[in-house]
């Protein structure tokens, strides 16, 4: 007897046209992966365990036998990722940038440590926060996940400048010196400019502070020199996401440029949060195809970060000109892969991130400063590394500005959005 699977494949086929020929994609921590990587996907491998680190001549190190095929793919997968980002330590094995964030909170924090972060309203990951892993690592019986009061957990938060988009450097370090944390966490979710991370790296070193620097947003700009350098600015750690701006699969990865002093003090709170402690069996049906995103990040990388950023400037540019306010304009929208659009005055960013998503524009709404409740921002948060590896350009960008200030005050503009996007359905930097 057959398993009726048609209605199942029927809708996998709508999402792949509607999702690869009709919309535009702008949400930021997504992309489409190449033809290549999305093939080695499909494989034996999706069944089968491999614990533990690859088998090395005459060492055992999987508890489970008939590794020996995956033991190649994740040691390539960990020297050419290790090649790309110039790093000494690198592993694969973490399923997401969060399960990443996860190891190592896992493997470092204790209960009563305290963390120094970027808050939820300052663009910092939920993750990072009171109710993340990092908070609910840190706290011990009796004490409250909300921030003050005598039973707090020690959560602090970075300071900000005046414009509220960049980390002050300085008041960092007198925070660092006072506190004296057990960790530092750099990194945003809303992530338009690079961190102050040597300022802060400097004295943190000095104490004996290890660093987390999240790259889950930016690291294939960090792959491809477009945004700033954590391992050779003197990060402890790098964790990344590898299905945003690096677009391969959805997986994790934590890296590492330690000496060897360095590397047996921290690297085995990642060893030991990843496994046991974060992951069993990691996904090997999708490691393949990291490696194989990898190596297309070793060609394409340095042009197609190079024109993620151009893009996402260009779009923030044209925007603003036409009268829709695009935050950070004094610092030039912004040096990532996205930007933030104050849309208050035209119902908020919920109302407008749906009326957009009517016109087959898709992105989602996000806290922007001052927002106190992130079930009803002001804000939208645009990223274009998929229209970027589509083949949109500054031009584009231009037309693509047009529409969103158009469709944001309500007009229809769903076939021209159709006419756009069947321009660019050929993928580029593969």
Not at 213 to 232: K, M, N, R, T
Not at 324 to 330: D, I, K, L, S, Y
Not at 333 to 343: C, K, Q
């Amino acid at each position: 007897m057959t398993v009726d699977i048609s209605d199942i494949e029927n809708i996998i086929a709508q999402q792949e046209t509607w999702r690869q020929t009709q919309c535009i994609n702008l949400i930021a921590s997504e992309n489409t992966p190449s033809n290549a990587v999305r093939r080695v996907q499909n494989s034996d491998f999706m069944g089968r365990y491999a614990e533990g680190h690859p088998n090395e001549p005459g060492k055992v190190n999987r508890y489970y036998q008939g590794t020996q095929y995956i033991d190649q793919v994740e040691s390539l997968t960990r020297q050419e990722i290790m090649r790309l980002f110039g790093a000494r330590q690198a592993d694969v094995r973490p399923i997401s940038g969060n399960a990443a964030n996860t190891a190592l909170a896992l493997g470092y924090l204790r209960g009563g440590d305290t963390v120094i972060a970027n808050s939820t309203d300052a663009g910092g990951h939920i993750s990072h926060g009171a109710v993340g892993v990092f908070g609910r690592r840190i706290q011990n019986r009796g004490q409250s996940l909300k921030i003050g009061g005598a039973k707090a957990i020690n959560l602090h938060y970075l300071p900000l400048t005046e414009d509220h988009y960049h980390v002050d450097g300085k008041k960092t370090v007198e925070l660092v010196e006072q506190l004296s944390p057990q960790l530092v966490i750099l990194g945003k979710s809303l992530f338009l400019f690079p961190e102050p991370l040597s300022e802060i790296a400097a004295v943190c070193k000095e104490k004996g502070i290890p660093i987390l620097y999240d790259a889950a947003h930016v690291l294939g700009l960090i792959a491809g020199g477009q945004f700033q350098a954590p391992l050779q600015e003197g990060t402890t750690w790098m964790t990344g996401s590898t299905h945003k701006t690096f677009p391969g699969p959805q997986r994790g990865v934590i890296l590492g440029n330690l000496n060897p002093e360095e590397e047996k003090k921290y690297w085995p709170a990642a060893d030991r949060g990843v496994f046991p402690g974060s992951s069993s069996n990691h996904h090997l049906h999708s490691l393949p195809a990291l490696l194989v995103a990898t190596r297309e990040m070793e060609t394409y990388g340095r042009e197609y970060a190079a024109q993620i950023v151009r893009n996402a400037q260009a779009l923030g540019k044209h925007l603003d000109e036409l009268g829709t306010p695009v935050e950070a304009r004094e610092f030039g929208y912004t040096r990532s892969h996205m930007i933030a659009v104050n849309v208050a005055q035209w119902g908020g960013g919920v109302e407008v991130a749906r009326t957009l998503e009517k016109n087959d524009i898709i992105l989602n709404y996000n806290m922007l400063p001052g927002d106190t409740d992130p079930r009803n921002p002001s804000g939208l948060r645009i990223g274009v590394p998929e229209m970027t590896r589509f083949g949109m350009d500054e031009q584009a960008m231009g037309e693509l500005a047009q529409l969103l200030h158009e469709a944001i005050r309500g007009k229809d503009v769903k076939e021209q959005v159709h006419a756009l996007r069947k321009r660019f359905t050929i993928m580029k930097y593969v």
